[in-house]
C-alpha cells in the first residue's frame, strides 16, 4: 500500500466522474457523446443509440425492510428509461445484472423480475439479457437501457440558451418527503414490532418514493406539440443539483423563482410535520425523475396549456449566478445538496 491515501469523500460523486473522464478521449467516429450526460449518443444510422447505466445497491439506494422487492425491480428500470427520456429519446431495450447473497429466495428473484416485467411491459421495453452473481452480502441491481432518438430531437444537457424559459414537469420532493415517512415508520417498527405502521395519509408520497415513473409521456406530449426541449436532465438528484449541471454544462446562469417550483399539498403538509422547509425538499430531495428542461422562449405558447408542465424560471447570461428568486423576492444562489453517497 502507498503512503498516499486520499478520501473520495474529498471529491464526491461528481468530482470523481470527472477525473476518470479526463483520463479517456474517444477514439471511434461513432462515439458521439460520451461521460457527461443521462445517457451517451452512439452513430447508428438516422437515428442515434442512446446508452445509460444505472446501479442500484442494498443499504445506499434501497433498504428491503420497507421496500417491496417487485417495486424495486420496478424501480430499477424506470430510472434507467428515465435517463433515455431526459434525453428525448425513447427506451428499446434493457439488459440487467443482479449480484445475490443467499439471503435470497428463489421467490424473492421472482417477485423481483415481476417487478422488472411489469416496468417493461408499461415501458414498452425489451429485456434482452444481463448477469448473475453472487455477492458476499446483499443485493446490487445494475441494468443498462438501450434507446433511439432522431439526431436532431437529441436533448442534451449543454444546449441551454439565453432567454429560454426553464420547464419542470410534475411535481417536485415527494420522493424525498415519502423516504422520511418510511424511514420514521422504520424506527417505529424496530422499537415496537407490535406497531403496524399506518400510512394510508402518506400513500401519494410513499408511492413516489417506492414506484417512481419514467416520463415517457412528456416526451411524447413535447413531439406533438412540436417542441425540441433545449436542454433537458431528469431529477434524480434534486432540482437544484440539476439546474446546476445544465447551467454549467451550458455555460450559461439562470433564475428560478419559488412561487413557481410545483410542490404537491401532501408532500407541503408532511415536510411541515417533519420540520423541513417544502423548497428544500423540492431542491434538494431528488428521486422524483422528473423532467427538467428549456424551451426556446417561442415554443412556450405550444405547451403552454399542459396540465403537468411548469415555467419556473428563464436562463440568463452571467454564467456564475445560479439563483432563486423567492416568495419574499429574496435571491439566494442555489446550491447542490443531493445524494451524495461519498459525503463524509
Ligand atoms: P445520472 O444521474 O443521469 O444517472 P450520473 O450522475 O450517474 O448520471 O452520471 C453522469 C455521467 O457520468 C454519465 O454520463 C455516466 O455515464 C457517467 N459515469 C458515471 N459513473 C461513471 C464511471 N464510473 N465511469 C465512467 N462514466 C461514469
Ligand atoms: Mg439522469
Redesign the pocket.
Known amino acids: 500500500m502507498s503512503e498516499n491515501r486520499s478520501e473520495i469523500s474529498q471529491l464526491g460523486?461528481?468530482g470523481?466522474?470527472d477525473r476518470?473522464?479526463e483520463k479517456f478521449t474517444l477514439v471511434n467516429a461513432t462515439s458521439l457523446t460520451?461521460?457527461?450526460?443521462?445517457?451517451?449518443v452512439i452513430e447508428a444510422g438516422d437515428d442515434n443509440l442512446l446508452v445509460?447505466?444505472?446501479m442500484l445497491v442494498e443499504g445506499i439506494h434501497f433498504d428491503l425492510s420497507y421496500t417491496p422487492i417487485h417495486h424495486l425491480g420496478y424501480k430499477a428500470v424506470a430510472v434507467n428509461v428515465s435517463?433515455i427520456a431526459?434525453m428525448n429519446g425513447r427506451a428499446e431495450q434493457v439488459t440487467v445484472s443482479i449480484a445475490l447473497s443467499n439471503r435470497f429466495s428463489i421467490e424473492a428473484v421472482d417477485a423481483l423480475y415481476a417487478g422488472i416485467k411489469a416496468a417493461c411491459e408499461n415501458y414498452k421495453v425489451d429485456l434482452v439479457g444481463g448477469d448473475t452473481t453472487s455477492s458476499a452480502s446483499g443485493l446490487v441491481i445494475s441494468i443498462t437501457v438501450l434507446g433511439r432518438a432522431k439526431k436532431e430531437k437529441i436533448a442534451y444537457r449543454n444546449g441551454a440558451k439565453v432567454n429560454d424559459i426553464i420547464c419542470v414537469t410534475g411535481d417536485l420532493g415527494a420522493a424525498f418527503t415519502g423516504l422520511q415517512v418510511l424511514e420514521r415508520e422504520k424506527e417505529v417498527y424496530l422499537s415496537d414490532p407490535g406497531m403496524q405502521p399506518n400510512l394510508e395519509k402518506y400513500e401519494y408520497l410513499v408511492g413516489r418514493q417506492l414506484k417512481p415513473e419514467a416520463r415517457t409521456d412528456i416526451v411524447f406530449d413535447l413531439e406533438e406539440a412540436g417542441v425540441t426541449p433545449t436542454a433537458m436532465?431528469?431529477i434524480?438528484?434534486g432540482l437544484a443539483s440539476e439546474l446546476l449541471h445544465i447551467a454549467k454544462n451550458s455555460g450559461v446562469g439562470l433564475r428560478i423563482y419559488e412561487d413557481k417550483v410545483p410542490i404537491d399539498h401532501a408532500t407541503y403538509e408532511t415536510a411541515i410535520e417533519f420540520k423541513l422547509d417544502p423548497i428544500t425538499c423540492a431542491l434538494n430531495g431528488g428521486e422524483d425523475y422528473e423532467l427538467l428542461f428549456t424551451i426556446a422562449k417561442g415554443d412556450q405558447e405550444k405547451i403552454k396549456n399542459h396540465p403537468d408542465i411548469h415555467f419556473i424560471g428563464y436562463i440568463h447570461e452571467r454564467k456564475s449566478e445560479n439563483v432563486l428568486i423567492t416568495k419574499q423576492e429574496i435571491a439566494v444562489p442555489l446550491r447542490a445538496q443531493g445524494w451524495d453517497h461519498f459525503k463524509a
Open positions: 460523486e461528481f470523481l466522474i476518470i473522464r460520451g461521460i457527461g450526460d443521462d445517457a451517451a445509460s447505466t444505472d435517463d431526459a436532465i431528469d434524480s438528484d
